[in-house]
């Protein structure tokens, strides 16, 4: 009896050492662009039970979420509205906590907060031959890059980095009419749009 109840003490400690190893699986978190955020968070974690997610910023607890799903290396994207952090730099950390009350902690980052728009001040294309010179202006602290898409094809960069500011770039059509979308976006994942029907 004794060398049986041996064995179950055993395989209980295995089972409940297999589900703490799971659930102590390290928080990944993810933003648009290393150093700046404009709320767009994904994370990465392992919980069965996961009842809600909570994220602190500068130490206070600023919001909750309670759709993220529960599982192995589960991603969740998180949207957290951060208008009153604005133009600040932040420190944050999420908060996991399942059904049993346990709680996991990420680790702390920190992030420059943008949650404005590019601002696209001038814009033309103009065409010459099979050529099209793409010319923008654009207003924003923290520039990434001008692309396009070309009738729904993939993106192509035209300027990235302080380039973006003043754009002035030439690129080859075939004939034909062209359905072109222009977006310019920033290193927090803010973007704005532009398009254009033009006849080579």
């Known amino acids: 009896m004794k060398k049986l109840l041996l064995v179950i003490s055993v395989f209980a ?32 974690y392992t919980d069965f039970n996961l009842e809600e997610v909570n994220l602190y910023v500068n130490d206070e607890k600023t919001e909750s979420f309670d759709y993220c799903d529960s599982g192995r ?39 420059f907060v943008d949650i404005s728009d590019p ?38 960069t035209l300027c990235s980095g302080n380039l973006v500011i003043n754009c002035n770039k030439k690129r080859y059509f075939s004939k034909g009419y062209h359905d072109i979308l222009v977006r310019v976006s920033d290193k927090a994942g803010n973007y704005a749009e532009e398009s254009f029907l033009v006849d080579v």
Not at 32 to 42: E, H, K, P, R, S
Not at 100 to 109: H, L, M, P, V
Not at 135 to 140: I, S
Request: charged share 25%.
């Open 13 to 44: 400690m295995l089972v409940v050492g297999v589900y703490a190893f799971h659930d102590s699986t390290p928080i990944f978190v993810k933003i648009n662009n290393a150093g700046y955020t404009n709320g767009d968070f994904l994370i990465r």
């Open 73 to 111: 290396n589960v991603e969740c994207d998180i949207w957290a509205d951060l208008p009153d952090f604005d133009e600040q730099k932040i420190e944050y950390f999420f908060e996991l906590i399942d059904e049993d009350e346990n709680i996991q902690y990420s680790n702390i980052y920190s992030a």
């Open 119 to 156: 601002t696209i001040s001038k814009s033309s294309i103009s065409i010459s031959g099979r050529s099209m010179t793409f010319n923008f202006q654009v207003e924003d602290d923290n520039p990434l890059k001008i692309e396009y898409s070309d009738n729904g094809k993939p993106w192509k």
